[in-house]
């Protein structure tokens, strides 16, 4: 487990945990009030122990991911301010108002792609990985997706091919149980999607996705091992999605009690007491990172809110490399 | 007449197949449970009245619920199943393309695929994977049918035709029109597939438009009859078969076109109104066919640019008025 050495990588896990929750109850608030945020919001709250898997890896390592990124993008570094003037759609977004919250992407933090087809994200993550092997970067690709897109046929595909030419690709599912309204039970006919791992020639480990200590463990062993040439593995981390699928949906199809449970389990309140009572981290210093989270969010809600929306006639560009498109 | 809201009326027709025919089946992600808890959605209660045996929220696995669709409906069980949102369709296309499309032909005319795919449209703000209208690349496959409704008694009407039609149909349903309210009668009244409505009749130029975009076409029409411009607006209702002599006769005593759709311009379904109108009522033509459409660009995010993208009515009057 955690080991003396390991204070420095744990506290900035714990730091971008905080940061990942404050900004995303801030686009709970924001999502409140109508007309401040345009389109569907789709949260990370409750899976923020994933966090540390980012963490884990390189920073020339490359991450592919999907609709629920913001955890993982702001664990790699990206520039809040522009995340969220993205999110409103802002001529100063990271990908310039056309994405929104669903498709971020960051290359220049290495998060390279994201898609919110389901199951798109894994063959995707193959290519990349390909390219590394091919070009023996030393680097390796880590893809999320979730239990539901564990179904689609795409993701089979992946790790088949990733198994047969050993790709150094780590597969990261994050399974919160439910995948919109259907529950992890209607969509998958085995007891998890760790042991699928088996049918591609890989290493497979269920973690408890709400402990840190237990993602991070993994997914440097997992990294690792793709690192060393010894073909992709499949974590999968048994989390909860805390909030609907988007704001707007108020889980009338959970059980409050499930809830309450997974509440009673919150990665982030396990971690901060955890490393206080280990003494890694003084009540102080979280406080501090507590401040840091909030000023960081301030500053770039006031950074979004205050940048214009993109031209409407830059509809017609990126396209293409070079020319506009046409009317 | 009754009004009710087109979600309300797709629900109707889907519960009059039900009950009717119990070879009808539903299938989906999220038909049954849904995360959208609103009376408006088409399917909202459907499975606490037929339960789970004939309502199936399915795997996120578009390959397999239109795989199912083909092989339950090959075995004469009546499928109607939901692409959840249109681009998910290329998910689903081998299963609809190369084989519902197809088998019937490939067996000599053995084979029956008596399936229904109904699929959401519109353009929302999600950005361009999960708003993008593809019903031309639909309409390019021989033996695919496919209906395009714009209001309730017409959604209710094609889509119970096309559950009973012995052919694939894919059903297109605007989203936005699901909160719409509209007359649509009661009962079990069908729409036949491949008849065109005059929404409006007129004199000076005939307006095409199916889905959303006829109330787009209607509200250039009443815009430009201030102006003492009287315009035509035909409804298509179902893009395969296309009701060509509607379309012709229109022009023909018009003698003026212009297309409308909220799919992007460069090889649309207006191109092809165009070139019929170009190869069969060339001697009608006054003046050049002219296309409304969204520009070559995949759907915006920000709504500014949705704002811009969307064909308006503006921009149908524009069009009008260039050919006048
Ligand atoms: C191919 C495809 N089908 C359907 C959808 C609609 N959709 C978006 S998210 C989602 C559920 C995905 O569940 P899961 O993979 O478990 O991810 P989670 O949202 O739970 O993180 C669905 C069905 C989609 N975006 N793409």
Known sequence: MAT?????????????????????????????????????????????????????????????????????????????????????????????????????????????????????????????????????????????????????????????????????????CENNCWAGAQSYQEHCSVGNIASRAGSYGMPGDLVNGNDADDVLKTARDLAARCREGKGPALMELATYRMHGHGEFDKQHYVDPEELKEWAARDPLTMYRKRLTEEGVATAEQIESMEQEAARIVEEAVRFAEESPYPAPEAVLDHVWAEARATR | MREMHTGVAIREALTLAMEQDERVFLAGEGIGTSIHDNPLMPTYGLLEKFGSKRVKDTPVSEAAIAGLAVGASNMGLLPVVEIMFFPFMTLASDMVVNHAAKLRYLSGGKSAFPLTVRVKAGLFPAGCQHCHNLEAWMAHVPGLKMTFASNPADAKGLLLSAIFDPDPVIVV????????????????????????????????????????????????????????????????????????????????????????????????????????????????????????????????????????????????????????
């Not at chain 2, 005593?253 to 070139?275: K, N, Q, S």
Request: aromatic share 4%.
């Open chain 1, 4 to 172: 003396a050495g390991d204070a420095g990588i744990r506290l900035q896990i714990l730091e971008k945990m905080i940061l990942s929750r404050r900004f995303e109850d801030q686009i709970t608030e924001l999502a409140e009030e109508q007309g401040r945020l345009p389109g569907m919001q789709i949260l990370a709250t409750g899976q923020e122990a994933a966090v540390a898997a980012v963490l884990a890896l390189q920073d020339d390592d490359v991450i592919v991911t999907n609709h629920r990124s913001h955890a993982h993008i702001l664990a790699r570094g990206a520039d809040p301010n522009t995340l969220m003037a993205e999110i409103m759609g802002k001529e100063s977004g990271v990908n310039h108002g056309k994405s929104g919250t669903l498709h971020l992407i960051v290359p220049e933090v290495n998060v390279l792609m994201t898609s919110t087809v389901v199951g798109a994200a894994p063959p995707l993550a193959a290519g990349a990985a390909f390219a590394q092997q091919y070009t023996e970067s030393g680097a390796i690709t880590a893809v999320f997706f979730g239990d539901g897109a564990a179904a689609e046929g795409s993701v089979h595909e992946a790790m088949n091919l990733a198994g047969v030419w050993k790709l150094p690709l780590l597969f990261i």
């Open chain 2, 173 to 324: 349903e605007d989203m936005g029109l699901y909160f719409m309210l509209g007359e649509a009668p009661e009962g079990d009244v069908r729409v036949p597939l491949g008849k065109a409505r005059i929404a409006r009749q007129g004199t000076d130029a005939t307006v095409v438009a199916y889905g959303g975009a006829v109330h787009t076409a209607m509200a250039a029409a009443g815009m430009l009859e201030a102006e003492g411009v009287s315009l035509e607006v035909i409804d298509l209702r179902t893009l395969v078969p296309l009701d060509k002599e509607t379309v012709l006769e229109s022009l023909g005593r018009t003698g003026r076109l212009v297309t409308v759709h909220d799919a992007t311009r460069f090889c649309g379904y207006g191109a092809e109104l165009a070139a019929i109108a170009a190869e069969e009522g060339f001697a009608s033509l006054k003046a050049p066919v002219r296309r409304v459409a969204a520009p070559n660009t995949p759907a915006p995010f920000t709504p500014p640019q949705v704002e811009y993208y969307k064909p308006g009515a503006e921009d149908v009057v524009e069009a009008v008025r260039s050919i006048l």
